[in-house]
């Protein structure tokens, strides 16, 4: 029963996702959400300060590819000496690389250029969906993931989650705040990897029940 349910609400989570970044990418691509994009960005930087656009340029550099494969070697190292589990390495191995090449792979089938209005950095290749929100959503979707799986105080779970969901909506909100992606980038970059990491965690659930089960 515990295998079958497992199975069933990744699965049930992973389609949802699916279905968001469905809607996403095909309003993207018939440039449905222009009107949106533009009246997001506006708001958004239409708080500009220095200290907002430090903030965001701290953020963005927190979300590059070469931190986060920093942040994530070191949070894998941790993780092992302290949990001793080769499988829980290789998920986030899995997850992490994935992540990365789902990401390069539709940004080159999509090839939208980055939004042109007002940049507060510069930022090469394409724009949707965003390298960052992705990197960000599965970085720290994965350690909350493991983490919880083995902290049993209601108050450092809830601590968990919201240190995971702030950075992963700071991350998003500063690639906007500079200018370098529009909101739909990042709702869309979102959803892939949240597709992403619902597949990897049911299936890391499905082998760790049936490895259970023969032990």
């Known amino acids: 029963m515990l295998y079958y349910r497992s199975w069933s609400r990744g699965f049930r989570y992973l389609l949802w996702f699916m279905l968001g970044f469905a809607l996403i990418a095909t309003l993207v691509v018939q440039e449905g959400t222009l009107a949106f994009d533009r009246s997001v960005i506006s708001f958004v930087q239409g708080m500009e300060t220095g200290g907002l656009t430090f903030l965001a340029k701290g953020l963005s550099l927190v979300g590059s590819t ?79 993931y493991l983490l919880w799986r083995h902290t049993r105080s209601r108050k450092e779970r809830l601590l968990l989650i919201l240190f995971a969901v702030l950075m992963t909506l700071g991350i998003g909100w500063s690639r906007i705040y500079l200018g370098v992606h529009y909101p739909s980038d990042v709702i869309g970059g979102y959803a892939a990897s949240g597709a992403w990491l619902m597949l990897c965690i049911a299936c890391f659930t499905a082998y760790r029940n049936r490895r259970s089960i023969r032990l």
């Open 66 to 144: 070469g931190l986060v494969i920093g942040i994530s070697i070191v949070a894998m190292v941790l993780l092992f000496c302290l949990l001793k589990h080769w499988a829980e390495l290789a998920f986030f191995l899995v997850a992490s690389l994935g992540s990365q090449l789902l990401n390069i792979s539709m940004k080159l089938w999509f090839r939208r250029e980055r939004p042109n209005i007002h940049r507060l950095a510069e930022a090469a290749g394409y724009s949707f969906p965003s390298g960052h929100s992705m990197a960000a959503f599965t970085l720290y979707g994965v350690l909350a």
